[in-house]
């Protein structure tokens, strides 16, 4: 009977033994879980495309306030991002928090710089037409073709993102980084006729404004300027419609300026917008300047001109599938940024373009830009010249298979001032006997007998 108990007292000892260890096992296992949940493992990638979209307006020299609930990756802009967390065993939680060290967050972007098309076969894989459009462009390409902007362009591209990497809401787009296929420096090898060869996407430039021959305005975007690089003294009096706007604006600035609480860095940044404003609304009082919404002409970006001779006023053609559009280099843009060509050539294209929505998101526009070509000095666009320069031009360079676009003016005529009648006296005329009363008036008298003179 004492055995029986005994071997009874160590089987339920076993038991518990083993129960207690079992929960033991499960609660570390859950423990584990637990753990693994609360860190992403270095292995696992998170991508994030989030489409571009165009900034709101802010205040000259404020950065934009990013406000409510947003998830860090929508900073990027169409940048896949690879978020890891990696946990290191530390010391004392009071010891971390006081070493800088402890709590790192590395911020490494790794882009790929990409490679120029150089031959016609390479160019025709985003515009199949481009061959057949202008059959002399093959023999303009040599080896040595590419232009050296290409290489100083995305060279700014990747200054930029050095500069801004810690300011991750000002970091390129995915889209503008890789806005262009390549740049080429060509030369006919009959005629000699040079000419620059960008190919790219196409967003919308609706700046400009001519009061002489629009006086109201043509609608303005979030970043609308009322001036172009291209410009010609004004011809009348009549005052820019965007005079008003700048006015109105310089006095918000002065006001906010003549505040007592205002800090003294805000003042710096006032004092600086207030004294671009007073220089625009001098250019606009003298000059006048393309219209985006009315004339074509394309935007150059800055540097391009000293590596390639590209320059304002410069005649351009653009290519986008089986159509070519006469254009002038209008403006200057960012030494980071191509492919930009005016409202005007944009709803051209696509009907949907407007100053926010680009025509052509890939890079299927080629622009040819023939250097040293611009007629001084500027003025009004003459539509016509355009065609025929073009034209011309482009007969230097082997020829067209299309007839090139031909633009017609849309801008109205202005109103003619109707003149106010002014009253007419009835001139007294002295007659002498015999003469005729009729020979003497402007404007002839009915044909009644005159009366004899006494």
């Known amino acids: 009977m004492a055995r029986f108990r005994l071997r009874t007292l160590r089987f339920f000892t076993l038991v518990l033994f083993s129960a207690v260890l079992a929960a033991i096992v499960l609660r570390w296992i859950s423990l584990e879980r637990w753990h693994r949940t609360q860190a992403i493992a270095p292995e696992e990638l998170i991508e994030v495309v989030i489409p571009e979209k165009t900034p709101a307006p802010s205040q000259p020299g404020r950065p934009p306030v990013i406000t409510g609930r947003l998830d860090t990756a929508r900073l990027f802009s169409g940048i896949t ?6 946990p290191i065993p530390g010391g004392a939680a009071s010891d971390e928090r006081a070493d800088p060290q402890s709590y790192v967050l590395d911020l490494k972007l790794h ?9 016609i076969e390479e160019l025709a894989k985003v515009s199949p037409d481009l061959p057949r459009l202008l059959p002399g462009l093959a023999a303009m390409l040599t080896p040595d073709s590419v232009s ?14 050095q500069q801004n990497l810690v300011r991750l809401d000002q970091l390129l787009s995915r889209h503008n980084f890789y806005d262009c296929q390549t740049v080429l420096q060509l030369r006919h090898p009959e005629s000699h006729r040079r000419a620059v060869l960008l190919q790219a996407d196409m967003d919308v430039d609706a700046d400009g404004s001519d009061s002489d021959r629009l006086p109201t305005g043509s609608g303005a975007s979030a970043n609308f300027k009322p001036v172009t690089s291209f410009r010609w003294a004004k011809k009348s009096p009549i005052p820019n419609p965007y005079l008003t706007v700048l006015e109105e604006k310089q006095k918000r600035y002065e006001g906010e300026l003549s ?40 935007v150059l970006p800055s540097g391009l001109g000293k590596a390639d001779g590209g320059k304002v006023g410069d005649y351009v053609v653009v290519v986008f599938g089986d159509r070519i559009f006469p254009a002038v280099v209008g403006d200057i843009g960012p030494s980071d940024k191509t492919g930009e060509a005016s409202l005007r ?7 949907m373009a407007t100053p926010n929505n680009r025509p052509v998101s890939d890079l299927k526009v080629t622009y040819l ?28 360079i082997g020829g067209a298979a299309v007839p090139l676009h031909h633009w017609e003016n849309i801008i109205p005529p202005l109103p003619t001032p109707t003149p106010s009648p002014s009253p007419t006296a009835t001139p007294s005329v002295a007659m002498s006997p015999g003469a005729s009363p009729g020979s003497t008036f402007a404007f002839p008298l009915p044909s009644a007998s005159a009366s004899p003179s006494p």
């Open 345 to 351: 050539i944009a709803k051209e294209i696509n009907a």
């Open 148 to 161: 050296p902007f290409f290489k100083e362009l995305y060279d700014t591209k990747l200054k930029l993102l």
């Open 259 to 298: 505040v007592k609480g205002t800090t003294a860095e805000r003042k710096r940044e006032l004092k600086g917008a207030i004294s671009e404003l007073r220089d625009e609304m001098e250019s606009l009082k003298r000059y006048s300047f393309l219209i985006g919404a009315t004339d074509p002409y394309i």
């Open 81 to 86: 991002v690879h978020a890891a967390v990696d």
């Open 111 to 119: 882009a790929r710089v990409p490679a120029p098309n150089k031959t």
């Open 369 to 396: 830009i023939f250097p040293g070509t611009a007629e001084t000095p500027f003025g009004p666009p003459d539509l016509e010249k355009l065609q025929a320069r073009c034209e011309t031009l482009v007969k230097e």
